[in-house]
């Protein structure tokens, strides 16, 4: 009978136990779950924040230029010789008119002597004619007119002869002028390609040196053709900036003004060549070097503007999160016009005073509440970052 009880008491046994479990897991759970009359507070992210503001935004068009001397001369030879001196060091800083080279002038000398030597001749035969003209005109009526009208001719013959001795003189005197060599702009004169000994001739295509001038200077760049009616409008209002930078665009080399706008537009590449100068003080700007250029289109005046880290883009195009009165974000499609220097030209969407979040976005969604942190000084770790959230 005894054992007839023992397996009705153990499932009795088993049965209180899932019983009593099921209730403990029960009051767990109604424990843990959040009361209806209190709803979960979601926790505050740290932003960064900045404030709409108004001010002059500076409108660059951007491209890439050549700088060119804004003169070049190839100094030659004019005359055949050798070339007795050379007084110019290569590399040197030259002005206009200082002597550069000599060609031995002694053949164009002696020309010059033999030519003089001819026109005393014949002035002395002009004499003589003159005197016989003279008087044949005395004897009057005993003088043929045969006699007066040659010695008239005889007269005029040497008169012309004369002329033509003196143009002989002038031009052995030019030539004898080329044979001083000096320098016909001013500039920078480079490596010569003849020594000092040598025997030049005109025909020679390398010349001496060149000289080319570098201050001023200029350089030549392209920018888009739909650029060219800003380009224009510009112009039309005064000097046009220009600032030519490295090729990376970070240090500044030079600042100067448009000059040129070219006469059409190359239908190959759809650009516009435009030409600026620049005074080159210090020479940071080189002949065929390679540079970046900023052209100043405009300024727009009291412009809507905001860091360009404010600015997000997704499916739907350009946003930004604007943080409410009660310390939530908002997020607001904006119409972006520029991004200049790390500042953003509002065309819509913002208003001057609002604040926007600038950075620690990536945690964020419409309705997120946040804190506003301060930026930590250059160089310090702080404590929380942005998008971080503080331990508790």
Do not use: H
């Not at 320098?183 to 020679?204: E, F, H, K, L, Y």
């Amino acid at each position: 009978m005894v054992r007839a009880w023992k397996p009705v008491l153990g499932g009795l046994a088993v049965a209180l136990l899932l019983a009593g479990a099921g209730i403990g897991g029960q009051r767990f759970l109604t424990a843990a779950a959040p009361s209806p009359a209190t709803p979960a507070r979601l926790p505050s992210v740290p932003v960064l924040a900045g404030t709409v503001g108004r001010e002059d935004m500076p409108v660059w068009l951007e491209g890439i230029g050549t700088v060119q001397p804004f003169n070049s001369v190839t100094v030659r030879v004019r005359v055949d010789g050798e070339l007795q001196l050379i007084a110019f060091r290569e590399g040197q800083t030259v002005k206009a008119g200082d002597l550069l080279a000599r060609v031995d002038p002694r053949p164009f000398e002696a020309q010059l002597a033999q030519a003089e030597a001819k026109k005393a001749q014949d002035e002395a035969l002009l004499a003589n004619a003159r005197r016989d003209l003279e008087r044949n005109l005395n004897l009057k009526e005993y003088a043929s007119r045969q006699q007066v009208d040659t010695q008239r001719a005889q007269v005029a013959q040497y008169e012309a002869q004369i002329r033509a001795d003196q143009a002989v003189i002038d031009s052995i005197r030019v030539q004898l002028g080329y044979t001083t060599i000096t320098a016909p702009i001013d500039g920078r004169i480079g490596m010569r390609s003849v020594d000092q000994g040598n025997i030049v001739r005109t025909s020679d295509t390398g010349g001496l040196a060149s000289i080319t001038q570098i201050q001023p200077i200029a350089v030549v760049f392209t920018l888009p053709e739909k650029t060219l009616p800003a380009i224009l409008a510009a112009q039309a209002a005064g000097a046009v900036r220009v600032v030519a930078l490295d090729r990376e665009g970070r240090a500044t080399l030079g600042e100067g003004t448009l000059s040129v706008i070219d006469n059409q537009i190359d239908s190959t590449t759809g650009t516009i060549r435009l030409k600026a100068e620049f005074a080159n003080d210090p020479q940071r700007l080189w002949p065929g070097q390679f540079v970046a250029v900023r052209l100043l289109a405009e300024t727009k005046r009291n412009a809507t503007v905001v860091p360009s880290t404010v600015v997000l883009r997704g499916p739907q195009g350009t946003f930004a999160y604007v943080i409410t009165a009660e310390q939530t974000v908002e997020q607001r499609a904006i119409k972006v016009g520029r991004i200049e220097e790390g500042k953003a030209l509002i065309e819509d969407g913002l208003a001057p005073g609002e604040r926007v979040v600038v950075d620690g976005q990536y945690r964020l969604q419409p309705g997120s509440r946040v804190t506003v942190v301060e930026r930590p000084p250059a160089g310090a770790v702080p404590a929380t970052a942005p998008g971080v959230a503080a331990k508790p």
